[in-house]
């Protein structure tokens, strides 16, 4: 009788806390569920106020990560076969020694190092893909490609000639036989300065001449010019817009989007096919180099076809067969494999559990042990890769919150990376609807592209991958385009027929000629070319902050980059909404203020800081 007088403990009542937070969570995302898509549908909810209609904007989200394991079973074939050689080089790598302990996004170290970045990188484009963000996919794959033709350049004495577009240097390139240059291996220098920016030096002649593909085992080739442009054609929004509308759309199969959603992902595929090819046979002539005759044996096939197990395992999360009778879920990684690393998706302990264990079951196969009893088929083997190379990321991102918490100590607040991860949630879902209602194709699909890059950007940043910023340069882009089309549609029109128009074309046509520094240098993270400049882009972009402790400005200049050109965003996406929706636009707005975002770009703050970036590009002089 006496227990049921004490008075509850401050461990008690933290989990009370928690509980009701949890229930309280769970009746929302069940209201916010049950508001459909169109405008009318978000019109309706307005008088229950603005809560319910940010309620409604995170459960789109909730339904975006649950609808990643329902996408096109071909797409998701297609993105996982492109892995295959990672089942084998990251072991091969491991013997000839790269570090375990090297962050994925870490580009220097030793040339086994370099060339497990490679493969971290390969894996990291087909994680974006899969979860549906293929122009974040496309972003990161199209920097790899750079990154690999510039190597095969460099081995053969190749030079981009003046005048020469990039596509047919590519080309060109590629036709010659494979060769290695011995000092590559001996000393390695990372030379990258022969490929121009895309859209802004020298395009060149774009009659492709006489060149070689690229074939795999089974007979069908890839052309490396082709691909190159592709995705350069999908980054800047002339080709295969309507993949991005797609991920404004939830993912949903909708048949009418597959073509083009299947031929980015091609594209995407394709370029990881070169990417780890590459970086096969330079694994290959390294392991010759040291007489690893094991490594050289495995290495010497072509590795780019899979076999499928034609059983269910008795793992719960393979056991869902899918429409195809090939397309295994054996093949397909679990949601919490792809899931952005925040403490309540990625870093979870249910969802680290999973990506765990199948990594352990890869480590295991790397010490001569058999997990299962038995040796695994291709497929199956190739989750327990994947899952590996991301348990590291996961890691990674661990040490660095548990490095946080030490140092804020009773400061550390987790909620407050919770709290921050809403705010793109909330702007990227309302930037998707953005998609679904306006009527201008130009709006619709500048919307849809900011909405998926966003996204990526984002979830790059978690994981402190460079990359990040590669990615926001499109955003900035995506950006202009929206305020372009907002305020000069005319001018719009010309610059979306144009196909030499750049990106600084659409900003300066936004009236923000003030970024071109920022533009500037979220392009040198765009290109390979410039992987040596990313040290200097990186401290250039800290001087683009304004009020900022001067020793924390390097490791807050990304953060602060993705939040400045969110804040852009903002203000386009509400002002589109509104012309549609007066009430429903100052709904989004009120929401989206109380998140910290500015919506007048006439405050003195929006004003300093442009200036601030202005004064900082007078002293630079790109």
Not at 268 to 296: M, P, Q, T
Not at 416 to 429: D, F, P, Q
Request: aromatic share 8%.
């Amino acid at each position: 009788m006496a227990a049921r007088g004490k008075k509850k403990g401050l461990g008690d009542k933290r989990c009370e806390r928690e509980r009701r937070a949890r229930i309280r969570a769970q009746a929302a995302e069940s209201s916010g569920r049950r508001v459909g898509s169109t405008l009318a549908d978000y019109e309706a909810i307005l008088p229950q106020g603005d809560k319910r209609v940010a309620q409604a904007l995170i459960s789109r989200h909730n339904v975006r990560m649950e609808n990643i394991a329902k996408t096109f079973d071909d797409y998701r074939f297609a993105a996982m076969s492109a892995l295959v050689p990672i089942i084998f080089l990251s072991r091969a790598l491991k013997d000839l020694g790269a570090s375990p302990r090297r962050p994925p996004p870490v580009h220097v170290g030793s040339v086994p190092d370099l060339l497990a970045w490679g493969v971290d990188s390969a894996v990291a484009a087909a994680r974006l893909l899969l979860a549906g963000q293929t122009l974040g996919a496309a972003v990161m794959i199209r920097n790899q490609l750079e990154r690999w033709v510039s190597q095969r350049a460099v081995n053969l004495g190749l030079k981009q000639q003046d005048g020469e577009s990039t596509v047919n240097f590519v080309a060109r390139v590629w036709s010659h036989p494979d060769a290695f240059h011995g000092q590559w291996y001996e000393k390695h220098v990372e030379v990258t300065s022969y490929l121009y920016e895309d859209g802004d030096v020298q395009r060149g002649d774009f009659r492709t001449p006489e060149h070689l593909h690229v074939y795999r085992s089974d007979g069908t080739d890839v052309c490396p010019a082709l691909t190159y442009e592709l995705l350069s054609e999908f980054i800047h929004l002339r080709a295969f817009e309507e993949a991005s509308y797609w991920d404004a759309e939830l993912l949903v199969q909708n048949d009418a989007l597959r073509e083009a959603v299947m031929l980015a992902a091609g594209a995407v595929c394709d370029a990881i096919f070169l990417a780890l090819r590459e970086i096969r046979l330079s694994v290959l002539e390294l392991a010759k180099r040291r007489g690893h005759k094991s490594a050289v044996e495995v290495l010497s096939i072509g590795m780019d076809a899979i076999s499928m197990s034609d059983h269910q395992t008795d793992l719960a999360y393979e056991a869902i067969p899918f429409s195809h009778p090939r397309m295994r879920e054996t093949l397909i990684p679990p949601v919490a494999v792809l899931a952005p690393l925040l403490p309540r998706e990625g870093l979870s302990n249910g969802m680290v559990s999973v990506v765990r264990s199948l990594s352990d079951d890869y480590q295991a196969t790397l010490s001569g042990i058999r997990p299962a009893g038995r040796l695994y088929q291709d497929d199956e083997y190739l989750v327990r890769a994947f899952a590996w190379h991301r348990y590291r990321s996961i890691l990674v991102a661990s040490q660095a919150l548990e490095a946080e918490r030490r140092q804020l100590g009773a400061d550390f607040n987790i909620d407050s990376l919770t709290g921050r991860s809403a705010k793109w949630v909330i702007l990227s879902e309302a930037t998707s609807l953005l998609a679904i209602w306006h009527q201008v194709p130009g709006v619709k699909k500048s919307a849809g592209a900011l909405a998926s890059s966003l996204r990526s950007a984002y979830w790059l940043w978690l994981e402190d991958d460079d990359r990040a910023m590669a990615v926001l340069r499109s955003c900035l882009e995506y950006v202009a385009r929206l305020r372009t089309w907002r305020r000069k549609p005319g001018k719009a029109t010309n610059l979306e027929a144009n196909p030499a128009t750049t990106p600084r074309d659409w900003i300066t046509q936004a009236g923000w000629k003030r970024l071109h520094l920022l533009n500037y240098i979220l392009g040198e993270f765009a290109h390979a070319r410039s992987i040596n400049n990313w040290p200097n882009a990186r401290r250039l972009l800290s001087e683009l902050q304004v009020d900022v402790d001067a020793e924390k400005a390097i490791f807050t200049a990304r953060g602060a980059a993705i939040d400045f050109t969110a804040s852009l965003a903002v203000r386009e996406v509400v002002a589109l909404i509104s012309e549609m929706s007066a009430d429903l636009g100052s709904a989004m707005g009120r929401i989206l203020h109380e998140l910290d975002f500015e919506l007048d770009e006439n405050a003195p703050d929006v004003e300093a800081h442009f200036a601030h970036i202005w004064s900082v590009r007078s002293r630079q002089a790109p």
